[in-house]
């Protein structure tokens, strides 16, 4: 079955650093695009970053931009979010997704449990 679990969730100060990390399995990774979103108190869960299946195509929100990189490696079946210069507006839970066909003109989405990210002084 599908599994993804995220990692890296931490307390930080402003202005400071974290790598989130997802381990995938269950499915043909290399073939995936994966993505990562946040969720807010009191907010919806936003797209923060995609990637495609190779790795050569990159999106980010703008909010993130210049700030988080979105990176994967498909020999260990992993996907990162390296994130920068954090700000309060930062904290949120965040999830790793995948989005994938499970029959014919079907198509699931896939949740990790989350990591939280704060940040705060």
């Known amino acids: 079955q599908v599994q993804l679990v995220e990692s890296g969730g931490d307390l930080v100060q402003p202005g400071g650093s974290l790598r989130l990390s997802c381990s995938a399995s269950?499915?043909?990774?290399?073939?995936?695009?994966m993505s990562w979103y946040r969720q807010a108190p009191g907010k919806e869960r936003e797209l923060v970053a995609s990637?495609?299946?190779?790795?050569?195509?990159?999106k980010l929100v703008d909010s993130v931009k210049g700030r988080f990189t979105i990176s994967r490696d498909n020999a260990k079946t992993m996907v990162y979010l390296q994130m920068n210069v954090l700000n309060p507006e930062d904290t949120a839970m965040y999830y790793c997704?995948?989005?994938?066909?499970?029959?014919?003109?079907?198509?699931?989405?896939?949740w990790g449990q989350g990591t939280q990210v704060t940040v705060s002084s």
């Open positions: 997704n995948v989005y994938l066909r499970v029959g014919p003109g079907v198509n699931y989405d896939y």
């Open positions: 269950g499915f043909t990774f290399s073939r995936s695009a």
């Open positions: 990637i495609g299946n190779t790795g050569s195509i990159t």
